[in-house]
């Protein structure tokens, strides 16, 4: 539950940055890149504690988009998935 919680709070403060464009805030890149090591932490926490590979996940990502998408992105396939296609 603490790796959960911890990617929840990263992702809306990643978020909160995102937002305060709409106040007319400048993007800090650094401060994003800090944010999403914080979320890669957790996300890799997660992992650990139910015996996943960072690396096995992001390959069935790929492989999945490819399957998805085997010319490239499009929106007609991302509208309009196969049954079954998470």
């Not at 539950?1 to 911890?6: E, K, P, Q």
């Not at 996300?43 to 992001?58: F, N, P, V």
Request: hydrophobic content about 35%.
């Amino acid at each position: 539950m603490h790796a959960l919680h911890g990617m929840v709070s990263e992702i809306g403060e990643l978020h909160g940055l995102y937002q305060k464009q709409y106040q007319g805030h400048e993007m800090d890149p650094r401060h994003a890149q800090k944010e999403l090591g914080d979320l890669l932490w957790f996300i890799a926490e997660w992992c650990t504690s139910y015996g996943l590979s960072l690396e096995d996940i992001m390959q069935l990502n790929i492989d999945k988009l490819r399957v998805r998408y085997p010319e490239g992105f499009d929106a007609e396939h991302s509208l309009h998935r196969r049954e079954g296609d998470i």
